[in-house]
């Protein structure tokens, strides 16, 4: 990798020697920017919650059950395309930001899960309030009780 950038790298958290987790640690703290920004799917054949979590803390951006497929595999590598997470480096973490849930899927992408939000923003349902309204709102008032 110090020889060779990559642009995606596939790992098996169940390698021989260096597990997957133990092999992402190493590239977000020891390989120097922008090597460490590497997108890393996680492959796993039992993919349990803990594994599940395991993955993202260590700093993976994506896991991935096996079998693989060409489609789910092409999917993921897409929606990683599209992916416009920030990059938190700090001293219990370094990976691509955890906080997704919420997100939904990358705009052009359909989502996997029925909770997931839809990338669209619709019309608005009312009015902006002017400053004079919010000031208003906002006004200390006294409360008799």
């Not at 992402?24 to 799917?41: F, Y």
Request: proline share 9%; hydrophobic share 35%; with cysteine.
């Amino acid at each position: 990798l110090k020889r060779k950038p990559v642009d995606l790298i596939l790992v098996d958290c169940a390698m021989p020697e260096m597990d997957g987790y133990d092999f992402v640690k190493w590239l977000r703290r020891e390989m120097p920017s922008p090597m460490c920004e590497t997108p890393v799917i996680m492959l796993t054949g039992h993919p349990i919650s803990a594994k599940v979590f395991k993955s993202r803390d260590c700093g993976a951006s994506f896991v991935v059950t096996k079998p693989l497929t060409p489609s789910i595999l092409l999917e993921r590598i897409r929606w990683l395309s599209k992916d416009t997470r920030a990059f938190i480096s700090c001293e219990s973490y370094v990976g691509p930001d955890r906080h997704v849930r919420n997100l939904g899927p990358p705009p052009g992408t359909t989502g996997r899960r029925s909770g997931d939000l839809s990338a669209e923003v619709g019309e608005a349902t009312e009015g902006n309030m002017d400053q004079s309204a919010i000031d208003d709102l906002m006004k200390p008032r006294r409360v008799s009780l």
